[in-house]
């Protein structure tokens, strides 16, 4: 489902991106970068661009992508299992992938240095808007397994 949900994500970020629907923010070195600084201890950058690069920071960034979907599709499987209610609901992983925007807002962009919702950054509606559609991609890629799959793996 992670998988799946991350890959999907992707694949709209790609489509809405050379169709001018969305602008890209950073590229896939950032969050490498960043994810291959934190296992060397360091978690915050004044300015990551000005970090200095390390080697296979795209691998880092797509390895860690898409064990971060995986986890998170993984906590969301453990909320269908301590709320019931919402098993089989496609509205459910819709807001869920929704509510996992607050990670780059609240975690991922103060670290890199661009501050709270990208606030430091000129491009600040663009971050927020990519982040978004991002994350609801994420969700309709979850509601899409859940749809077709769940009932197999559920």
């Given at each position: ?46 300015d990551i661009d000005q970090t200095p690069p390390l080697r ?40 869920f992938g929704l509510a996992t925007v607050l990670f780059p ?10 501050g709270f919702l990208a606030s430091k950054s000129p491009r ?31």
């Amino acid at each position: 489902m992670g998988c799946f949900a991350t890959l999907f994500m992707d694949l709209s970020a790609r489509f809405l991106i050379k169709s001018k629907v969305v602008r890209p923010t950073v590229g896939p070195e950032v969050p490498g970068r960043w994810a291959l600084y934190m296992l060397k201890g360091k978690f915050t950058h004044q300015d990551i661009d000005q970090t200095p690069p390390l080697r296979n920071e795209v691998k880092a960034a797509s390895l860690s992508h898409y064990l971060i979907g995986i986890a998170l599709a993984g906590f969301y499987l453990l909320l269908e299992m301590w709320f019931p209610a919402i098993q089989g609901r496609l509205w459910a992983p819709l807001l869920f992938g929704l509510a996992t925007v607050l990670f780059p807002w609240l975690w991922l962009y103060p670290a890199i240095g661009i501050g709270f919702l990208a606030s430091k950054s000129p491009r600040q509606t663009d971050f927020i808007v990519l982040s978004c559609v991002n994350h609801l991609d994420f969700g309709i890629g979850m509601a899409i397994w859940v749809a077709l799959f769940h009932r197999f793996f559920g």
